[in-house]
C-alpha cells in the first residue's frame, strides 16, 4: 500500500526532533570551548559534559522503545518532546560543571523517547519499500539537516550570548512539535503488548553504563580495579538481561529478531559505524576553534560543507540502491569514508590546513550517508509492524551506543596523546593549578593561556596546538582501519540482502 498526503506531511513532524536532536549535538561540540572557559570542568567532567547524553540515550533506548509499542508511539514522541524542552531550560541555567551533566543525563533519557518513536511511526506509516527507504533516506536527511544549520545557530548565538543560549533553541522546536503531533501523526501501538518490566529495564541501562564508565576511567588514569569491576558489572548486567528476555512472556527485547543474519549484521555495521563518525566531528569542532582560532560562528561555517554533503548522499542512497546491492554500497561508503580520515590524519603535516580539513569531513560524511539509511532500513524492515518500536530501539541503540563508544575510547585516546606530547613541550612559568588544567585538555590551554602574560600564553598555546594536532591525526588514521574493516565486514555478511526493484 502506497503511502498519502497525510503520512508525507507527517514525515515532515517527525524530522523536527531529529533536527533538533542533531542540534543538540554538534551546538554543544561548539559550545565546549566556552563551557571550559566559563565552569572549568576537569578533563573527566568535560568528557561527561559531552558523553553522558549519548550514554543514557543509549542505555535507555530500548526501553523507550518497548514503551512506545505499548502505550502509543505518538504519544511517548509528545511526552518526550515536553521533557526535552524541560531538561533544556535546566541546561541552558547550569552553573556548575556537575549541574551541567546532571541535566544532560535529564536531557539524554528524554532523547531516548524520540528516535525509535519516530523511526517506528515510519515503519508504520510506510509499508511500500521503496518509500520507505526515501522516508528513512528523509528522516536521516532531517538529522543532517539539524547538523548544518546547529553550528549556525549555535555560532551566532555563542557570539552575542552566554553559552547556555545553545540549549534555549529547543525550546521553541518542541513547542511546535506538541502543537502539531496530535493533528498531524497517527497513533500505532502493539494491541497484544503486555507490561513493562521495570528490572529489565534497569538491567540495560546498567550494562551500558557500566561498560562505558569502566573504559573512560581506564583512560583517565590507567588499569585499575574501579575501572576492572565497572566494566564487569556492566557484562554481568547485559548478560542477567539477555538471560530474562529469554524467560519473559513479553520481553524488552525480542531475542528472535537476532536470528535473522542481515539485521546482526547491520547491527555490528551501525556500531562501528557510528563509533569512527561521532568522535571525529567532536574533534573537528575543536580542531578549527581551539588549534585554528576561529571563532564558534566561523567554525560552525566551516562545517557546513560536510553536513551538506551529508543530506546530498542521504537523498543518492534510494536511487543508488535500486541498482546495486545493499552491501556493495556499504562497502563503497565506508571505503570513501576510510579515505576521508586518511585526508585528516594528514592535516597536521601541511600547510593548507583549513581546506584538508573541510574535504576530509565532506568525503567521510559522504561515505557515511548510504551506510546509515540502508543499515536503518535493514534493521526496521525486518521486524513485523506490531515491533516496530522494539526495532527502531535497537537500531537507534547501536548508533548511540557506537557514537558514545567513539567518544568514549577515541576521546581518551586524544586525550592521553594530547598529555603526553605536552608534557614534554609544556613552557615552565606557568602556575601549577593553571598548569593542571592546561594538561588536562585544549580547551583548558586555551582558556589558561588567555590569563597568563603575551609571551608565555603564546608558548603554551603553540604547545598545546601541536600536542593536539598530533593526538588528531592518531585519531582520525584510527578511524581509517576501523572503516574499512568494517567495508570487508558488510561486503561479506550482507551480500545476499537483494537490491530493492
Partial sequence: ???????????????????????????????????????????????????????????????????????????????????????????????????????????????????????????????????????????????????????????MLLEHFWWGSVFLINVPVMLLLLALGPVLLPEFRDPDAGRLDPVSALQSLAAVLGVIYGLKRIAEAGFGWAALLAIAAGIVAGAAFLRRQARLADPLIDLELFRIPALTAALAI?????????????FIAQYLQSVL????????????????????????????????????????????????????????????????????????????????????DIIVSAAPPERAGAAAALSETCSEFGGALGIAVMGSIVTAIYRGEVASTFPAGVPTEAAEIARS?????????????????????????EAFAQAFGASAAISAFIALGVAILAAALLRRVQPQA
Avoid at 510506510?126 to 527507504?133: E, G, H, Y
Avoid at 551501525?270 to 567532536?282: C, D, H, K, P, R
Avoid at 585538555?441 to 596546538?465: F, K, M, N, W
Wanted: proline share 4%; glycine share 10%; net charge positive.
Fill in 441 to 465: 585538555t585544549i580547551g583548558g590551554a586555551v582558556s589558561v593561556a588567555s590569563q597568563l602574560p603575551e609571551a608565555l600564553g603564546a608558548e603554551l598555546l603553540d604547545a598545546a596546538r
Fill in 270 to 282: 551501525n556500531i562501528f559505524g557510528f563509533l569512527t563518525a561521532f568522535a571525529s566531528f567532536l
Fill in 1 to 155: 500500500m502506497k503511502a498519502g498526503r497525510r503520512e508525507w506531511i507527517g514525515l515532515a513532524v517527525i524530522a523536527l526532533p531529529c533536527m533538533l536532536y542533531s542540534m543538540d549535538l554538534t551546538v554543544l561540540n561548539l559550545a565546549v570551548p566556552s563551557i571550559s572557559a566559563e565552569l572549568k570542568p576537569t578533563g573527566a567532567q568535560l568528557l561527561w559534559i559531552v558523553d553522558i547524553y549519548g550514554f543514557l540515550v543509549a542505555g535507555s533506548l530500548i526501553t523507550m522503545g518497548t514503551l512506545g509499542d505499548r502505550i502509543g508511539r505518538r504519544k511517548l514522541l509528545l511526552i518526550g518532546a515536553a521533557a526535552f524542552g524541560i531538561a533544556s531550560v535546566l541546561a541552558a541555567f547550569s552553573t556548575s560543571a556537575a549541574t551541567l551533566i546532571a541535566a544532560r543525563a535529564l536531557l539524554g533519557i528524554a532523547a531516548a523517547t524520540l528516535a525509535p518513536s519516530t523511526l517506528s511511526l515510519i515503519r508504520n506509516m510506510f509499508l511500500d519499500a521503496q518509500q520507505r527507504t526515501v522516508a528513512i533516506s528523509i528522516w536521516i536527511m532531517s538529522y543532517s539537516a539539524g547538523a548544518a544549520i546547529g553550528p549556525l545557530i549555535g555560532g
Fill in 293 to 376: 582560532g576561529l571563532s564558534p560562528f566561523d567554525a560552525g561555517l566551516w562545517s557546513l560543507p560536510s553536513a551538506l554533503a551529508f543530506i546530498v548522499g542521504s537523498m543518492a542512497t534510494p536511487a543508488i540502491v535500486r541498482r546495486f546491492r545493499p552491501a556493495y554500497v556499504i562497502a563503497g561508503g565506508m571505503t570513501l569514508s576510510a579515505a576521508g580520515f586518511v585526508v585528516l590524519a594528514l592535516v597536521g603535516h601541511v600547510a593548507a590546513v583549513l581546506p584538508m580539513l573541510v574535504a576530509g569531513a565532506i568525503v567521510f560524511s559522504l561515505g557515511m550517508t548510504p551506510v546509515v539509511t540502508l543499515t536503518t
